[in-house]
């Protein structure tokens, strides 16, 4: 298994409690699959990814416990500079928004160039032409004359591709893209999701793509796993999912997607609000929003249960939503 | 001065990780939400909208403060300062003025804890009574230069257009000047022995500063979208100005005058010390520094206690400054 | 870039115009020039006439000004009260004060900037909270009085340096007043430093450093350095003029002969050419540090150039 995540707990420091954002996490990625992690914001689900990738703000945020077993090491263990060798050569990340993630002084050059600098001890004429190379390898136009260009001087569309080079730079084997196509137009968002396919095929990479966005899931994932309130409640095959969720949360966001069958109908949204990581609800951390809710799920925690052969639901009535 | 702890993660600030936010924002599963705070924008037109959300910053803002000890210490030492500056009687029965040469420079004396300076007078009456002068000037020029800076600046910024180049310009001239240097230049030719000359120049330097600051926080107030929704609506300027953007762009302005306030007693005292600021017989820690400077090697008790006065009271509204714009700007929290 | 440069030119002129004027006016018009020539005697009323009409003081106050303009830019100061030239009087003066900006500067960079630096990288913990109370007490405690205390302690009761300075004024005499004249500036440029970095650690794009698993020190010096000393820059670019206009104070506490004596003198004497002269340059120079300013800005954030 490339990437494995064990119980993972995280908590936040705040001003009026300890917010706890991730509540025992467990999922995989394994060489050239793709995990797409899915929920709402204050899920978790981005969290769990700045954990794995090391950069989580410490304070306030504080891993509670848990293990991330990467390529068999466990990474909470290790030395920092360790680490640090792993992070952005063997493990790289691509952020949500991009101009405000690449640094606005540096030509992207510079920052792509800087990759071969720090992690291959490239001298720096070297690294530009290597960056050269990225850019074209991302399908930036003219890449030579705009290697000296800066970040704001791209459109969003190429500005993401920009990212991706950069988390692609030394081929690493895990790939974490959060959010990567969200502040993105409607007309460039597939073709930056089919980019960052096509050159995870390429290079046979592991890819947890992270997203609220289920119509970009369908295409691109292997399987999925539903985050609420920091705890996984379904995890399941793609295919399998779409089917028939086994959880009411997985129904909901399913039965939210506007569907061109159902032309006139009003869209289905779920009740109610996420809830406050300050003071989660017990029990069942959805029981107040969910449709089938019952005495059981308002005192008990339901676990992570197999439902199936790849497959497992965080509810007591699994049975009841897939059938119905 | 924020709280010495660790600061605080608040999830109400976006940027900290917006993945724990309790609230989310954009995609098909905060429609709902999304909804609810469009729905709340285009009702800015209503009073209640912008004022609303004025009110709660004021009152986040006086919750914040009451638990700050830096505002509370501060608060308490600008309350005796002012007591002290209207009844100077309270704390000193001395006459300022009177003064027996032949007890010139002596050190501490029972009745006389400060001891006399060089004319012979009780130096803790004088500092005691040198209050009076440093307050007056330090709130009535933080007052004028905040009228006339926010109005100036707040309509150029408002109404922009060639009012405000002009302003813009203007403000420049003034920045142009070194303060201390036009203090000099300006008061010398004064001759009245009032607060007032130095009163009027320090509005007449300081209120550029005030209105560069009026002037972004209304340009900035100006494109929220309830103000523009409200300009849809056809509310017209006064009503626009005074409900919906005055508000909301007062708080940096209260935060920058504050801070000024210390800045500008420090300012009268530094020009009393240059001889051309308050001049006797007003009683004021500057003149009495500069006279006590030349002696500082037989009688440093004269130094020390009218410095260490004006220092306290500038530090008082600093820290009360500082206090302020942590409470009222969220972003520096 | 060119086309900002003549731009920022152009948008100097009406400022400098307006401040020299506004000074000229101050000194002109609410001042009397003439009967300071005189100092306590009684000018005699023939030879006051002779001057005013001499000096363009009969002249409406704008026809003044130009003249005196006019002059300034033929390289003629006017004469001070010593009957010397007020140039030569600035050709001594200038350099002295220009080396104690430089040492002031010198400190407000090197130690203002590390200590902001280190307290916003460790904010919260105790260095930082005691660099914040000692910059309040810093900028509470004014110059004048940190100066005497200052020249007091070092000067005069330990003995470690010169009190007051000579007239030639070294560099090495000038490291205490210096760092008098730097300190309040010195604390906001801490402050400045501190805030910027401590916003900037939060920013999206330290996060991609650290992400892109860069050393802890290359995070620091390429990616966050650079973008939280662009407002410090920009905070000590014009603090230059205010530092030289402000050197009066120090000057005096320890006796230095540069700009702020020669004008603090030129006022105590009413000797209008002395004070209009030296502002006028003060302005200049003023205009120019934010000029140069800006300039850097433009080269130290790529936004700014290109927009």
Redesign the interface.
Known sequence: MLLEVRDLHVEFRTRDGVAKAVNGVNYSVDEGETLAVLGESGSGKSVTAQAVMGILDVPPGRIAGGEILFKGRDLLTMKEEERRKVRGADMAMIFQDALSSLNPVLSVGAQLGEMYEVHRGMSRKDAKAKAVELMDRVKIPAARQRVGDYPHQFSGGMRQRIMIAMALALEPSLIIADEPTTALDVTVQAQVMDLLAELRRELNMGLILITHDLGVVADVADKIAVMYAGRIVEAAPVHEIYAAPAHPYTRGLLDSIPRLDQKGQELYAIKGLPPNLLAIPPGCAFNPRCPMARALCRTEVPPLAQVGPDRASACFFWKECLGG | MPEPEHPAYDPLQPGQGEAIAPTGQGGPMDLALDEAESLEKTLGDQPSGPREKARSLWSDAWRQLRRNPVFIISSLMILFLVVIAIWPQLIASGDPLQCDLSKSQQGSAPGHPFGYDTQGCDVYTRTVYGARASITVGVCATLGAALLGSVLGGLAGFFGGWGDALLSRVADIFFGIPVVLGGLVFLSVVTSTTVWPVVGFIVLLGWPQIARIGRGSVITAKQNDYVQAARALGAGNGRMLLRHVAPNAVAPVIVVATIALGTYIALEATLSFLGVGLRPPTVSWGIDISNAASQIRNAPHMLLWPAGALSLTVLAFIMLGDAVRDALDPKLR | MGRYVIRRLL?MI???I??TF??FF??YA??DPVAALFGDKAPDPATAARIRRDLYLDRPLWQQYLHYMGQIFQGDFGTAFNGQPVTELMASAFPVTLRLTVVAIFFEIVIGITLGVVSGLR??RSVD?TV??LT??V???????TG??L??LFG?KWGWVRPTVSPDAPFNQLILPGIVLALVSLAYVTRLSR?SIA?NV????V?????????RR?VVT??LL??SL?PVVTFIGTDI??L???A??TE??FNIHGVGYQ??QG??R?NSPT?VGF?TI??IV??VANLLVDLLYAV????IR?A
Do not use: C, W
């Open positions: 948008q009406p400022v400098f307006g401040s506004l000074i101050m000194v609410l001042g904010r919260g909270t914040l109370v309040l007490v900028i509470s405690v004014p110059t004048f009085v005497y205390l020249q007091y005069v805030t916003e939060k920013a999206d794009y996060r991609t450093a650290v992400a892109k698993g860069l050393p290359r390429r990616h650079r973008n662009i003029g205010a030289m206009g402000g009066i104070v005096r506490i004008l603090y006022i105590l009413n004070v502002v003060l302005v003023f205009l130290l954030d790529p936004r290109y």
